[in-house]
Structure formats: C-alpha cells, structure tokens
C-alpha cells in the first residue's frame, strides 16, 4: 500500500503543469495555444517573458527532483525499496507528460528529466546535463540536445550503478522523451526545426 500511495502521490506532483500555472499567474496566454502547443519552458520563451521561462524551467525540474528526493527521505519510515523509488521516478515523470490536472495534455519531459536524474544521483544528472549543454552550443537545438542527453541517460546509470531498478525506469523515460519529441525529429531531418535563439515571439497581452 505504501509503495502505491508513494508512486500515485508523485504522479500527482508530477501532474502540476509549471507552464500552464506560471503563465495564468503573470497573465500570459496558455501555452497549449501558440507556437509548438507544448506546455514547457521553450515554448513559454515565446512569449518575451525570460522570468516565466525560468519560472517554469526550475518548477518542472523541481518537482521531479522533489518527488524522488521526499521519496528517498522517507523510504526507511514507510519501507520503500529501491524498486518503488524507482516507480516514483518513473511516476513523476509520467504526471508531467498525462497530467490529470490539465486534460492529460503535458509537456515533453525534458527539464522534469533532469530533475529526477539529479535526484537520483547528482552525477548522473551532471553527465546527462553537460552532454545537454554540449550538444546545444555546438548545434544550437534544443530538441537535439534532449535527444542526444536522452540517449546517454541510460548508458550513464548502468556505469554509476550497473543493474538497478532505477535502469529500466531511466530506459523508459528516455524512450517516452524521444517520443515525445517525433515531430521534433522530422523538423530536424527536414532541416526546418527551430534553433535555439530564434524563437519567434508571440504577441503577449499586457
């Protein structure tokens, strides 16, 4: 009971949609509404509001990370094992892709990502990031940059921790990230996905 409680609680956390909340509270239009339609902090970027990006870039990562972190804290008082950790993990990350609080339409899982993955262990969020960042001053994609990052989460967890149940959990995210950003991969095959720093603004209401 304590492992379902645990893991249905963090789909919860992961439910709150930073994008959809922080654009409500500084008066900005949903985010489902313009450009990509994606409910994350690139997109909200559209609108000229720096603050609201990273409003909402520290909020989808933050809860991630807290969710896995409140998790690991009381694991001993509740006797949550590594496995439930891990569908915590997995749960949270889920919540903000389907959130039940906002029609099941979430975002695509990058900066939720990495929170968990720091998390985790603070080195494999570090690796993950840094081969993030890599990729995106060299191509300048943002969406290439989680593909590539998504790509090495996997391979850094089994190095830091070999076979752990956070590995199959870690596997799954990457594969939902990488599905979430299909239309991304045509873009960038296509040789039209959008480049970081070009992003068309939207006429935001004042």
């Not at 006797?79 to 949270?92: C, D, K, Q, R, W």
């Not at 990058?110 to 998390?119: E, K, N, Q």
């Not at 989460?153 to 190095?159: L, V």
Request: include cysteine.
């Amino acid at each position: 009971m304590n492992a379902f409680l645990a893991t249905f609680a963090a789909y919860l956390i992961g439910s709150l949609s930073f994008a959809v909340i922080v654009s409500k509270l500084m008066g900005l239009p949903d985010p489902h509404s313009y450009g990509s339609g994606n409910p994350g902090a690139t997109n909200v970027l559209r609108t000229g509001k720096k603050a609201a990006a990273l409003l909402t870039l520290v909020g989808d990562a933050g809860k991630g990370w807290f969710a896995v972190w409140l998790a690991q804290r009381v694991a001993a008082d509740f006797s949550l094992n590594e496995t439930t950790l891990a569908g915590v993990a997995l749960a949270v990350f889920l919540g903000h892709l389907f959130p039940v609080f906002f029609r099941f339409q979430g975002g695509k899982g990058v900066a939720t990502a990495a929170g968990i993955l720091l998390a985790i262990n603070l080195w494999l969020g570090l690796a993950t990031l840094a081969t993030w960042l890599i990729i995106a001053v060299f191509f300048r994609y943002s969406s290439l940059a989680a593909l590539v990052a998504s790509g090495f989460a996997p391979f850094y967890t089994f190095y830091l921790f070999g076979l752990t149940p956070y590995l199959p959990a870690v596997f799954a995210m990457c594969l939902l990230l990488i599905w979430r950003h299909r239309e991304n991969i045509t873009k960038l095959m296509n040789g039209t996905e959008s480049q970081l720093g070009n992003k068309k603004k939207i006429q935001a209401p004042s």
